[in-house]
């Protein structure tokens, strides 16, 4: 089995700051990208931010200059530092873990079950 645990979430201020942690653990083999999700009440899942084994990021558009993420190979576990947190942040935010094949196609990914982001006026 595979797990993929986040922790961090919870309520904040405007303006304030969290961060996410995620950890895959179990019989994965390997990791090439790690990613943040976050979906909100009536809105499709969206891309936050994406960090793959060759330290190439991208953000989604409204999270650029707020949020950092990075990773740590070692220890299976990606980070999001979400800085200036707006109203609009609020969602779940779900951590992605995907493992490439030789030929560069999807062999696996694996979600956590989330962690929800409260961010209030």
């Known amino acids: 089995q595979v797990h993929v645990v986040e922790s961090g979430g919870g309520l904040v201020q405007a303006g304030g700051s969290l961060r996410l942690s995620c950890t895959a653990s179990?019989?994965?083999?390997?990791?090439?990208?790690m990613s943040w999700y976050r979906q909100a009440p009536g809105q499709e899942r969206e891309l936050v931010a994406m960090l793959t084994s060759g330290n190439r990021v991208k953000y989604e558009d409204s999270a650029k200059g707020r949020f950092t993420v990075s990773r740590d190979n070692a220890e299976k576990t990606v980070y999001l530092q979400m800085e200036n947190l707006k109203p609009d942040d609020t969602a779940v935010y779900y951590c992605?873990?995907?493992?490439?094949?030789?030929?560069?196609?999807?062999?696996?990914?694996?979600w956590g079950q989330g962690a929800q982001v409260t961010v209030s006026s």
């Open positions: 992605n873990v995907a493992n490439y094949g030789p030929t560069g196609l999807l062999q696996d990914d694996y």
């Open positions: 179990g019989s994965i083999a390997s990791i090439d990208d």
